[in-house]
């Protein structure tokens, strides 16, 4: 399952997509969208399980993506 959510910023819009079991095809996806910039942005929890995965895959894909951590809670 996946979605696709608009955050509306007039100007500054923008979309997250959102899809579970999703990591090893993110590289192949996020390149297609063709981004001017990724960030990951996660909690310590979830990023301690899946950021170094994630940020690999995107960098096999030729994607930067600094990653974004927030204390869990």
């Known amino acids: ?6 955050v509306d ?3 500054r819009s923008y979309d997250v997509h959102v899809a579970g079991g999703a990591i090893e095809g993110l ?3 996020v390149r ?10 996660t909690d ?3 990023g301690a399980l899946h950021a170094p995965k994630v940020v690999k895959v995107l960098a096999d894909a030729g994607v930067t993506a600094p990653v ?3 204390p869990a809670g």
Request: no cysteine.
């Open 68 to 70: 974004l951590s927030f």
């Open 9 to 11: 910023l007039a100007d």
């Open 32 to 41: 297609s969208l063709k981004p001017s910039s990724v960030v990951i942005v």
């Open 27 to 29: 590289g192949d996806t």
């Open 44 to 46: 310590s929890t979830v």
């Open 1 to 6: 399952m996946s979605a696709k959510i608009r």
